[in-house]
């Protein structure tokens, strides 16, 4: 399984859509606005709104099914979101309930009929309606769907006590663990690590012996959820013997969740020993979970495998715990890697561990990798470093082809806070063409705090961009002198009356409000 560069969440609108594409509903209507209309009716017929969502969810394809079913599992409230101009929108009431509102008492005895039906997709959103509900009434017909003689309406009632956060109800859960569906087994268990209670550790523990790999994978998964540190020989057991790949992999995302120190050794063996990339892959996401030294050796010698996805979660994981001794394995896979995500992964964790030793590594993948995002991750890495070292090869990424990476080597000149940048990063502001990046070079300036640096923020006071003016002023606030301050008698005379009055403000020794960091840290990418 391979990830993008930028993971982006779904917005409220496709979400929106997929929903109206599944259940028909107001299908047609033109677009008044370009966000859901999340006001409550003024009058509003709760349980003919149920049958008809119900009515157009029947017979829907799974995977449209899966998309609506997700999308009203996450509203249990209004947004306001702003989308694009072709967004597909929707006018029927009955949509916008399914929504944004809890079902009231005339709902509950229709989406509690629904479980007992043979349609999934109708029992998948009646369950996530009925548990948004939260009503006594709701509770009580999940608990009565439980001993229902149909197993797909068992199966939902758990799902739906699960969502309801209903934790009165863990030991009926916990007896269903017994069930003879296995779907109903699998749905028992996730309720009960959704849940939270540690009353349900003891059964799930037993559940990894289930004969049935799907219930012991969901059985490890709950106890990784329940943060349940007795369960770790346990899922360590499992991690190294079960049959099912599947298994396997819920055992080892368990022991990450834990992050006991236990959870290292037997998550060390399956990172170099299981014979499936995806258990290795998520062994190594689990080591760095633990933040422990005892893991880099193992993660050192993943960085290496034939997997690129193992390798870039081991750079990952290393650049979790941190460990100076791992710099050689990273700043190697930096050098020599023909995957662009694990040379961009070694980066970050480079800039994680801060280690000077790295900032000869970074700076050549700054100037000659042929990947412009491992670039931008070697300007950022050596801007966390900020070693002096790395000056020649960030000044050299002033004249990148891409702005990103300008930007970002102009903001690792900023936290090094050299006097010898104060000339480069002039230029930049002086000449570079995207205004993000003189900007950059301007707060840059303002960092260093060097009187050398006043003429080209005087020559930034007159760019055409006013994000580029207002940074250059603030930058200017950080310096002493009475230069500084005949620069902001002519600010007075500006159109812009932030400029003006932020010049004065300065003048009368007032505070100025810092510009933001121009360069967000970038994080780990998150595991699924």
Same mark, same amino acid.
């Given at each position: 399984?391979?990830? #993008?560069?930028?993971?982006?969440?779904?917005?409220?609108?496709?979400?929106?859509? /997929?929903?109206?594409?599944?259940?028909?509903?107001?299908?047609?209507?033109?677009?008044?606005?370009?966000?859901?209309?999340?006001?409550?009716?003024?009058?509003?017929?709760?349980?003919?709104?149920?049958?008809e969502v119900l009515a157009a969810a029947r017979g829907a394809s799974p995977l449209?099914?899966?998309?609506?079913?997700?999308?009203?599992?996450?509203?249990?409230?209004?947004?306001?979101?702003?989308?694009?101009? %072709?967004?597909?929108?929707?006018?029927?009431?009955?949509?916008?309930?399914?929504?944004?509102?809890?079902?009231?008492?005339?709902?509950?005895?229709?989406?509690?009929?629904?479980?007992?039906?043979?349609?999934?997709?109708?029992?998948?959103?009646?369950?996530?309606?009925?548990?948004?509900?939260?009503?006594?009434?709701?509770?009580?017909?999940?608990?009565?769907?439980?001993?229902?003689?149909?197993?797909?309406?068992?199966?939902?009632?758990?799902?739906?006590?699960?969502?309801?956060?209903?934790?009165?109800?863990?030991?009926?859960?916990?007896?269903?663990?017994?069930?003879?569906?296995?779907?109903?087994?699998?749905?028992?268990?996730?309720?009960?690590?959704?849940?939270?209670?540690?009353?349900?550790?003891?059964?799930?523990?037993?559940?990894?012996?289930?004969?049935?790999?799907?219930?012991?994978?969901?059985?490890?998964?709950?106890? &990784?959820?329940?943060?349940?540190?007795?369960?770790?020989?346990?899922?360590?057991?499992?991690?190294?013997?079960?049959?099912? +790949? /599947?298994?396997?992999?819920?055992?080892?995302?368990?022991? &990450?969740?834990?992050?006991?120190?236990?959870?290292?050794?037997?998550?060390?063996?399956?990172?170099?020993?299981?014979?499936?990339?995806?258990?290795?892959?998520?062994?190594?996401?689990?080591?760095?979970?633990?933040?422990?030294? +005892?893991?880099?050796?193992?993660?050192?010698?993943?960085?290496?495998?034939?997997?690129?996805?193992?390798?870039?979660?081991?750079?990952?994981?290393?650049?979790?715990?941190?460990?100076?001794?791992?710099?050689?394995?990273?700043?190697?896979?930096?050098?020599?890697?023909?995957?662009?995500?694990?040379?961009?992964?070694?980066?970050?964790?480079? &800039?994680?561990?801060? %280690?000077?030793?790295?900032?000869?590594?970074?700076?050549?993948?700054?100037?000659?990798?042929?990947?412009?995002?491992?670039?931008?991750?070697?300007?950022?890495?050596?801007?966390?470093?900020?070693?002096?070292?790395?000056?020649?090869?960030?000044?050299?990424?002033?004249?990148?082809?891409?702005?990103?990476?300008?930007?970002?080597?102009?903001?690792?000149?900023?936290?090094?806070? /050299?006097?010898?940048?104060?000339?480069?990063?002039?230029?930049?502001?002086?000449?570079?063409? %995207?205004?993000?990046?003189?900007?950059?070079?301007?707060?840059?300036?303002?960092?260093?705090? %060097?009187?050398?640096?006043? #003429? +080209?923020?005087?020559?930034?006071?007159?760019?055409?961009?006013?994000?580029?003016?207002?940074?250059?002023?603030?930058?200017?606030?950080?310096?002493?002198?009475?230069? +500084?301050?005949?620069?902001?008698?002519?600010?007075?005379?500006?159109?812009?009356?932030?400029?003006?009055?932020?010049?004065?403000?300065?003048?009368?020794?007032?505070?100025?409000?810092?510009?933001?960091?121009?360069?967000?840290?970038?994080? #780990?990418? #998150?595991?699924?």
């Amino acid at each position: 399984m391979s990830y #993008p560069r930028k993971m982006r969440r779904a917005a409220p609108h496709a979400l929106t859509t /997929s929903l109206a594409l599944v259940c028909g509903l107001g299908a047609g209507t033109p677009p008044a606005d370009h966000r859901p209309d999340v006001r409550p009716a003024e009058v509003a017929d709760h349980a003919a709104f149920a049958r008809e969502v119900l009515a157009a969810a029947r017979g829907a394809s799974p995977l449209l099914c899966a998309l609506a079913a997700r999308t009203v599992d996450g509203r249990f409230g209004g947004w306001w979101e702003v989308g694009p101009p %072709d967004a597909v929108t929707d006018a029927s009431a009955a949509l916008r309930w399914a929504l944004t509102e809890r079902p009231d008492e005339s709902a509950v005895p229709v989406l509690l009929d629904a479980l007992a039906e043979g349609d999934e997709c109708a029992r998948a959103v009646a369950t996530r309606l009925v548990a948004r509900s939260g009503t006594e009434a709701a509770v009580a017909g999940l608990l009565s769907a439980l001993r229902s003689e149909a197993p797909g309406a068992r199966a939902s009632a758990a799902v739906g006590l699960g969502l309801a956060g209903a934790v009165a109800t863990v030991d009926p859960l916990v007896a269903t663990l017994g069930d003879a569906a296995a779907s109903v087994r699998i749905a028992s268990a996730w309720a009960l690590g959704a849940l939270g209670d540690l009353r349900a550790a003891p059964p799930l523990r037993r559940a990894l012996a289930d004969t049935d790999a799907p219930v012991r994978a969901g059985a490890a998964q709950a106890l &990784g959820r329940l943060e349940d540190t007795t369960a770790v020989q346990a899922l360590a057991r499992l991690l190294a013997n079960d049959p099912d +790949a /599947s298994v396997r992999v819920a055992a080892a995302g368990a022991l &990450g969740q834990l992050e006991h120190p236990g959870a290292v050794e037997p998550l060390a063996r399956a990172l170099s020993t299981d014979r499936e990339v995806e258990v290795r892959r998520t062994a190594a996401w689990a080591l760095g979970q633990t933040a422990s030294r +005892a893991a880099v050796r193992a993660l050192s010698d993943a960085i290496s495998e034939a997997d690129a996805e193992v390798r870039e979660m081991a750079a990952w994981a290393l650049g979790q715990i941190e460990d100076k001794s791992a710099v050689p394995a990273l700043a190697s896979r930096l050098r020599e890697d023909d995957v662009a995500d694990v040379r961009d992964r070694a980066a970050w964790a480079l &800039g994680q561990i801060q %280690d000077a030793a790295a900032v000869e590594p970074l700076g050549a993948a700054l100037r000659g990798d042929t990947d412009r995002e491992v670039r931008r991750t070697a300007a950022w890495a050596l801007g966390q470093i900020e070693n002096a070292g790395a000056i020649p090869a960030l000044t050299a990424a002033l004249s990148d082809a891409d702005p990103e990476v300008r930007r970002t080597a102009a903001w690792a000149l900023g936290q090094i806070e /050299s006097r010898e940048s104060v000339e480069p990063l002039g230029a930049a502001l002086r000449g570079d063409a %995207d205004a993000e990046t003189r900007q950059t070079a301007a707060w840059a300036l303002g960092q260093i705090e %060097d009187p050398a640096g006043l #003429p +080209a923020l005087q020559a930034g006071l007159r760019d055409a961009d006013v994000e580029v003016r207002r940074t250059a002023l603030w930058a200017m606030t950080q310096l002493e002198g009475d230069a +500084a301050r005949d620069a902001y008698l002519e600010v007075l005379k500006s159109d812009d009356p932030e400029l003006r009055a932020t010049a004065a403000r300065a003048l009368g020794r007032g505070n100025v409000n810092p510009r933001p960091r121009p360069r967000p840290r970038p994080m #780990p990418r #998150p595991f699924p």
